[in-house]
């Protein structure tokens, strides 16, 4: 960035008391009491006063080559195939059909895993405390589409145009009088790819991705994204899109008293496949236990159309009682919310594939809903799979299960063409997850602290989850992946 902006706020000096840069936004916050207002919302109805209070988000009207632009040309946002059809239906994609008798009769679609932010995009356009005037706001919402920004030039492009549309974002945002009353510690985007995509280090072009979240600025914004980061602070995971997004509290109920019903014959299963180019996977391994087992039932995902096939993908699920979930290309996996759709008790293999993830959408006692297996005993043939949850007892078996029902709703993303009247789906927690940080934020600021440097950034995992930095039988973990992905 040229010298002549503004300096991001995080390289101001916020720690002491009485400084002028607190005064300043002290002078700027919103008023506590302005939500008060009755504030007209887009789709012209009124919202309560009180049911709105302290949680008004204001969302950019973005100039179209942010979010519209990007996307209006589906064929060139992947190379490796056509985004057309899965941006269909609001990024929903078709919409199933249960001939199979595998998904409820509404509710369900071909969804790419990738279709967050267009999802999250509409969904935020009818959120029922959307407001125009940005003064009443408890945070920012910032629909630049980045995700499908960043994907339709990390193959054959320089850095330079990696770049373009992220800094053109920056530069926009800047001149905003919203933006300068935090320096955008109160502004929120949705990134619908992992961290890594947007975390490069180097103008090398051979290097992955773009620098949109390591710009001072890009520090300063709440992103989401479908994997975080265990080593920084200001990327936080959200749930990915699944098939289902019902329109009706029924649909949930209905759905969730299905899958309690279902026999489940097989006691494990894993759809996947081999990584043996990764230095380091377990999934050979976990694929040779299975194989090896009568108890458990394997999706081989070399052959693409099997686990292309949502109705094959879920037939699996619903007759599992445990899902294996190791990493893949990165920590997390799409699998493991198709999996807790459909009831099946995920299997985890290193504690960044969940654990440290989902924080606003998952319990921090994962022992209620999930297993735990080391990669490393796996690996070393210290421990096998069908023992482990052989020796489960039925009944904690059944309460896991039941923990893992019970979690739906707030995994799944609703239809964004209705609401939902009692349910709390995924976007309604990760907007909570939002404000809640925020307010954070401007507290710290109005009493002169500042909590991040209590701790290194790269401890983020650990103060994340635990509140402390202290050590952690988890430490090995992070710290042996840490050198291959910052």
């Known amino acids: 960035m040229g010298s002549g902006l503004e300096p991001a706020v995080s390289q101001l000096d916020v ?68 985004m057309c059809r899965p941006l269909t239906n609001r990024g929903l994609g078709p919409q199933l059909i249960n001939c199979n008798k595998v998904f409820s009769d509404k509710g369900w679609y071909e969804t790419d895993q990738f279709m967050l932010e267009i999802i999250f995009h509409e969904r935020m356009k009818r959120y029922e405390c959307l407001t125009n005037d940005s003064s009443l706001a408890s945070a920012h919402y910032v629909p630049f589409y980045a995700g499908f920004d960043v994907s339709r030039y ?48 180097t103008e090398e072009d051979s290097d992955w991705g773009n620098r949109l979240m390591v710009l001072p600025e890009g520090k300063n914004m709440t992103m989401l994204v479908i ?17 289902f997004h019902p329109s009706t509290d ?28 990764i230095s380091g996977s377990v999934r050979g391994q976990i694929i040779e236990q299975c194989q090896a087992s009568n108890k458990c039932r394997l999706l081989d995902c070399s052959t693409k159309s099997n686990c292309q096939n949502p109705s094959n993908v879920m037939k699996l699920f619903q007759t599992s009682a445990f899902c294996l979930q190791p990493p893949g290309d990165s920590y997390t996996r799409r699998s493991a919310f198709d999996s807790m759709l459909a009831g099946c008790i995920p299997v985890f293999f290193h ?34 799979i069908e023992e482990k949850l052989r020796r489960i007892p039925k009944e904690e078996v059944k309460a896991m299960r039941e923990q893992v029902i019970q979690l ?30 925020v307010n954070r934020i401007r507290k710290e600021i109005k009493d002169g602290v500042n909590s991040d440097l209590s701790y290194d950034e790269i401890d983020s995992w650990k103060y994340n989850l635990f509140g402390t930095v202290e050590k952690h039988e988890w430490d090995s973990f992070f710290y042996k992946w840490k050198y291959t992905k910052s």
């Open 154 to 201: 990390l193959w054959g492009f320089n850095t330079s145009i990696r770049d373009a549309t992220p800094l053109a974002l920056i530069n926009w945002l800047r001149e905003r009088s919203e933006w300068k009353v935090l320096g955008g510690r109160d502004h929120f985007l949705v990134a619908g790819r992992t961290t890594w995509e947007f975390r490069r280090l």
């Open 408 to 437: 739906i709703p707030g995994l799944i993303y609703a239809n964004p063409s209705s609401t939902l009247e009692t349910v709390e789906d995924a976007f309604d927690l990760a907007v909570r997850g939002v404000i809640d940080r």
């Open 250 to 277: 029924d649909e949930v109920f209905q759905w969730q008293n299905r899958i309690r019903r279902l026999r489940r014959r097989y006691l494990f299963s894993f759809a996947g496949a081999p990584r043996p180019n």
């Open 15 to 82: 720690s002491g008391n009485g400084s002028e840069y607190n005064n300043h936004v002290n002078s700027r916050l919103p008023d506590d009491n302005a939500s008060s207002a009755t504030n007209t919302i887009d789709n012209g109805s009124l919202a309560d006063s009180n049911s709105c209070s302290g949680r008004y988000i204001h969302m950019y009207d973005l100039p179209i080559r942010f979010n519209d632009d990007v996307i209006k040309d589906c064929r060139s946002l992947n190379v490796w195939y056509d």
């Open 227 to 243: 994997e975080s980061s265990p080593w920084h602070r200001n990327d936080f995971a959200i749930p990915y899109p699944t098939y």
């Open 351 to 384: 504690p960044g594939s969940a654990y440290v993830q989902y924080l606003w959408h998952l319990p921090k006692n994962y022992t209620k809903y999930s297993v735990f297996i080391s990669e490393d005993d796996v690996k070393a043939g210290n421990v096998s």
